[in-house]
């Protein structure tokens, strides 16, 4: 548990600082996160190393961050960045089907037939409206986005109308 003693080998106690609502933030955010980088275009297995790294640092340097929410997001896109900028991708990719828990709602949701052509929809959508709408989805309003992301509101919006043509009219082909 968070603030606790804990033993290390060979070393004997170690104190762990104590972060008051981090542990709260963390139970609430982790499937949050996951499923922004899902959106993203990031495979659930990817999404959840992502999320725990950035987790990290989150707690490191929880007593001096304001907008947690924000910067956990801000932190696991540009993992993501990183670890894209850094990954050979092999010319057969396996689908990542693993449940999160076979009797998980979580797990239903993401790969239900619905979920599953929303998924392939977002992947053909260009990275900027990806970004856009994996922050949109997660309840930030353009003029934050844009504030986020260093871009123009009209940007954001621009880029926000785009994607939800593009993918009301693939959904719509995809669902018949």
Do not use: C
């Not at 010319?91 to 998924?119: G, H, K, M, W």
């Amino acid at each position: 548990m968070i603030g606790r003693a804990v033993t290390a080998r060979r070393k004997g106690p170690v104190a762990v600082p104590d972060h008051p609502g981090f542990e709260g933030f963390y139970r609430e955010q982790t499937p949050r996160v996951v499923a922004f980088l899902l959106v993203l275009g990031v495979q659930l297995s990817t999404a959840k190393d992502l999320t725990q790294e950035a987790m990290i640092e989150v707690y490191r340097r929880w007593d001096s961050i304001d907008h947690p929410k924000t910067y956990i997001r801000t932190v696991v896109s540009r993992n993501w960045a990183k670890h894209l900028a850094s990954t050979e991708f092999p010319t057969n990719e396996i689908p990542d089907r693993t449940p999160i828990d076979d009797n998980s709602p979580l797990s239903e949701v993401l790969f239900s037939e619905t979920s599953q052509a929303y998924r392939r929809a977002l992947a053909q959508l260009p990275p900027r409206q990806r970004q856009v709408m994996a922050w949109t989805a997660d309840g930030y309003r353009p003029r934050e986005i844009a504030e986020i992301l260093d871009i123009s509101g009209d940007n954001v919006r621009a880029n926000l109308r785009k994607a939800r043509q593009t993918l009301d009219k693939t959904l719509r082909g995809d669902l018949r």
